[in-house]
């Protein structure tokens, strides 16, 4: 079902498609490549956590958070805005959207 549901809107993402299930929770995803055109496929998996990001819109402020997450030590696999929203997003810390400027949507 997921599969046909991404085929349905594959004109909103035609350079990528990516699917991420795990018992009730089902996550897909069609990629309009702008950013990192390489390395921001979805779901995106952070393998230290166990989370799991589809992500649709633009950070406007990516870089700079990117930046700031780099000087506290993490470490990024991608150049993808995609990844630093997955990076940034810390369910312990209650304010860490407010940090986000653009339009977005996303599920985690």
Same mark, same amino acid.
């Not at 929770?25 to 496929?41: E, K, M, N, T, Y």
């Not at 799991?52 to 990024?76: C, M, S, W």
């Not at 810390?90 to 304010?95: D, E, F, G, S, T």
């Given at each position: 079902? $997921?599969?046909?549901?991404?085929?349905?809107? =594959?004109? %909103? /993402?035609?350079? +990528?498609?990516? #699917? &991420? *299930? !795990? +018992?009730?929770? /089902?996550? =897909? #995803?069609?990629?309009?490549?702008?950013?990192? $055109?390489?390395?921001?496929?979805q779901?995106? *998996?952070?393998?230290?956590? =166990? %989370? *799991?990001?589809?992500?649709?819109?633009?950070? &406007?402020?990516?870089?700079?958070?990117?930046?700031?997450?780099?000087?506290? /030590?993490?470490? &990024? %696999?991608?150049? !993808?805005?995609?990844?630093?929203?997955?990076?940034?997003?810390?369910? @312990?810390? @209650?304010?860490?959207?407010?940090?986000l400027?653009g $339009?977005?949507? &996303?599920? $985690?």
């Open positions: 079902m $997921l599969e046909r549901m991404t085929s349905i809107i =594959g004109h %909103r /993402g035609p350079n +990528g498609c990516g #699917h &991420f *299930v !795990s +018992g009730p929770v /089902g996550l =897909g #995803h069609r990629r309009l490549s702008v950013i990192d $055109l390489d390395g921001g496929a779901p995106m *998996v952070e393998e230290a956590s =166990g %989370r *799991v990001i589809v992500y649709n819109g633009e950070i &406007f402020n990516y870089r700079a958070l990117r930046q700031n997450l780099k000087a506290a /030590g993490v470490e &990024f %696999r991608t150049k !993808s805005d995609t990844e630093v929203l997955l990076k940034l997003a810390n369910p @312990a810390v @209650a304010k860490w959207a407010h940090d400027n $339009l977005f949507a &996303f599920a $985690l």
